[in-house]
């Protein structure tokens, strides 16, 4: 087991223990506002500032309260902020104290970043892209963003979330890249990609992904799947090797998420 999964096992494990309670078979069936009543947090809407998402609760004090902003968009945002709020209180970070997030905690997916951040973002995808009914659908398909924006419709959910849940579950030798300021924030690599890379990076000037920020979203927001070498991302690897490269453009956060696939 990899540090990455020893630390991600209990979120992972609460969320799954409401699924099977719950007896959720289909996506249409993951309705967070109810699975939130259910499990003790009244979602409200509007009354935030400075915030996406809060959650009030005292353990023995009645159902918690999730706010979340007066018309949050898109509806994947607004389902993933209350799974993620929803994930502080199964998890029982700072009970009694409220937890304001809002874009950059939805964005933290390391430990390093913020541990109780992460584990409620790992806990969110769970509860709202459970591996019984994900996996099916991601495995032994060709990775593509085509692929991973057909199950963000079906799953109601984020670009990047779904991204991240591909690559965890597809089987494919793959990762996704979040990129800002033309350099490699995080990534998140499947267990079959047993390649580093560097947070941090400079993308490289000949990468499609570096288009974003030279010549704006439209750049890289239709564009197929293109083959680069592998330096362009990985470091010390050869040119002569390639790797496929696809992007889509974040603007709102002024990033650029890729899907890396190494197919030989």
Known sequence: MS?????????????REIINVLKISQPSELSIEDIAWNQGALVMEGGLQG???????????????????????????????????????KLAHN??????????????????????????????????????????????????FEIIESLASEFRTTLTATAIRYVQLCGQKCAIVCSTNGRVAWSWPSPEFHYWIKRGWELRANSYAIDFFYKGPDAVEMRATQEVPRSYWIEGESMQDSIREQSRALSSYGSVITLLWIFT
Not at 3 to 15: F, G, S, T
């Open 51 to 89: 915030c996406d998402a809060r959650l009030v609760y005292t353990p023995g004090g009645g159902p918690a309260r999730l706010r979340i902003r007066e018309q949050l968009s898109p509806p994947g945002k607004r389902r993933f902020a209350i799974a993620h709020e929803l994930g502080h209180l």
């Open 3 to 15: 540090n990455r999964d020893e630390r991600e096992w209990w979120p992972r494990l609460k969320a």
């Open 95 to 144: 009970p009694g104290q409220p937890s304001e997030c809002a874009e950059k905690e939805f964005l933290a997916w390391y430990k390093d970043q913020s541990d109780k951040e992460a584990e409620a973002n790992v806990f969110a995808a769970e509860l709202i892209m459970p591996e019984s009914l994900f996996a099916p659908r991601a495995t032994g398909t060709t990775p593509s």
